[in-house]
């Protein structure tokens, strides 16, 4: 079937906005303000939600990041009257599966921001309601989002039991609550002892409140931290050079552990080099999973110029998705080759440094022979400008016709002014990545961005993706 004109621009749109979507939280970057960032996204998000409902609503289901869902759902729920019957069913069971997996605290702003703006249908009071229900702790979530679920509950008027709802009405009125959780928090108020039930941010204030010194309160709550608390504090009590919880680094989440690795000091690092070396790999291979070594021949072009530093939100982003990518890439190939700008080839080692010489590193890429090329970059090729884009287009069109060797470029960054991620050169697919845990799923949607695929198959991909999300196996 033939693609119209309109379909490809659709397609083109779409793809757009899940580069921005992916890519963009609406914070500083190296090359762009906050407020360019937070006016570009903006756009976008009303441009789709305006031409291409049905598919804005089905970019929840691919890797896009949480400040953009969140938006999302925010918008679909407050133009609720645009939609009909079906289309809004269908965006409640999409909705409903993405608010599952967001985080509680985003979650709770997100409802926060719908009664701001005085979002308050039946469909909205609806989904708050189930998602409370399905909430594995909801006393938990009471002590520690506790105004952020009294705002919930008022705005979805629900219903609760007696005892909820007296603590999060009265609290003070009650002399003794039956759940435990409500009855540490009550008796925190005046026995130490009582604090070291409740979650940490809330014992916090606690202790803060009666004068306890820190170490003895990290010390007692320490079996209650998360791993994201403990690593916080590990990081804490590094800075200020005093011993802190130990934190299993094998645990954590690819790029978060590789954002950990890069904010260490570099004498650190060579301390620590089998430790950390260790965690990644183990972190890799449990992303890559069963296509572990199935890639075949992978030779990487990793971006650890200057421009990876990020910004004060975003520090040293980029370059933790090209380290992060670097350890998956070499779980994910039979044979790897990682080819880094700067030319140093200890991933442990990397900082921010130097111009971005992409062209160059392609053509050491292309000159290893791999079955696939993949280039981590925001694509500010400046060493020389353009090189990269003449490289690629020469081996697409005289030396590579057939496509034997699978090129892909992602990108880290979105590009305010573009309403994109950079490209590299329009031969090329790219496709913006905020987790490098994403980057197999990335490298499959990035063939769309080709201009051989249309919209048709583009829609068929992202109705097999919508079906997987709402109905995991």
């Not at 996204?41 to 890797?63: P, Q, T």
Request: hydrophobic share 45%; proline share 5%.
């Amino acid at each position: 079937m033939t693609e119209t004109l309109a379909d490809l621009i659709a397609c083109e749109d779409v793809l757009m906005f899940v580069n921005a979507a992916i890519t963009s939280t609406g914070q500083r970057e190296f090359r762009h303000h906050e407020g360019e960032q937070r006016l570009s996204l903006n756009f976008l998000h009303a441009y789709m939600l305006h031409n291409y409902r049905d598919l804005y609503a089905a970019s929840l289901a691919l890797d896009i990041n949480d400040h953009n869902a969140a938006i999302i759902v925010r918008n679909l729920l407050e133009h609720a009257a645009a939609a009909g019957a079906d289309q809004r069913r269908s965006e409640g069971r999409i909705i409903a599966r993405r608010l599952a997996l967001l985080p509680p605290q985003r979650v709770y702003g997100l409802f926060r921001d719908l009664r701001r703006a005085g979002v308050n249908n039946r469909r909205t009071r609806a989904i708050m309601r189930d998602w409370l229900a399905a909430r594995p702790d909801p006393a938990f979530d009471a002590v520690k989002y506790r105004g952020a679920v009294k705002a919930a509950v008022r705005h979805a008027h629900l219903d609760l039991d007696d005892e909820t709802g007296a603590f999060l009405f009265a609290p003070h009125t009650s002399r003794a609550f039956q759940t435990p959780i409500f009855e540490a928090w009550r008796r925190a108020h005046y026995e130490h002892g009582a604090l070291y039930d409740l979650p940490y941010t809330v014992a916090e204030g606690f202790a803060a409140k009666h004068g306890i010194p820190r170490a003895v309160f990290l010390e007692r709550i320490e079996p209650r931290l998360t791993r994201r608390e403990r690593l916080g504090l590990q990081e804490n009590a590094r800075r200020r050079g005093i011993e802190a919880v130990a934190a299993d680094l094998t645990t954590m989440p690819l790029t978060r552990l590789a954002t950990y690795v890069l904010a260490l000091p570099l004498d650190e690092r060579v301390k620590r080099r089998a430790e950390l070396t260790a965690a990644l790999r183990t972190s890799a291979r449990r992303v890559a999973s069963g296509l572990a070594g199935t890639w075949g021949k992978v030779a990487a072009v990793l971006d650890d110029s200057f421009s990876t530093t990020g910004s004060a939100q975003k520090k040293r982003r980029p370059l933790a998705v090209a380290l992060a990518g670097h350890f998956l890439l070499e779980a994910l190939a039979g044979e790897y080759v990682p080819l880094w700008t700067s030319g140093r080839s200890d991933p442990l080692l990397l900082y921010p440094y130097g111009p971005t010489p992409l062209g160059e590193r392609i053509l050491d890429g292309l000159d290893t022979g791999p079955d696939r090329l993949v280039i981590v970059s925001d694509g500010w090729d400046n060493a020389p400008p353009g090189l990269a884009a003449e490289v690629l287009r020469v081996w697409r069109t005289r030396l590579d016709p057939g496509r034997r060797v699978a090129v892909t470029h992602l990108n880290p960054v979105y590009d305010a002014d573009d309403f994109d991620v950079r490209r590299i050169a329009p031969t090329v697919p790219t496709a913006g990545i905020r987790d490098a845990e994403d980057l197999p799923a990335l490298v499959e949607l990035a063939r769309f961005a080709e201009g051989r695929v249309g919209l048709g198959e583009l829609r068929a991909h992202l109705d097999e993706r919508v079906a997987r999300f709402v109905e995991p196996s």
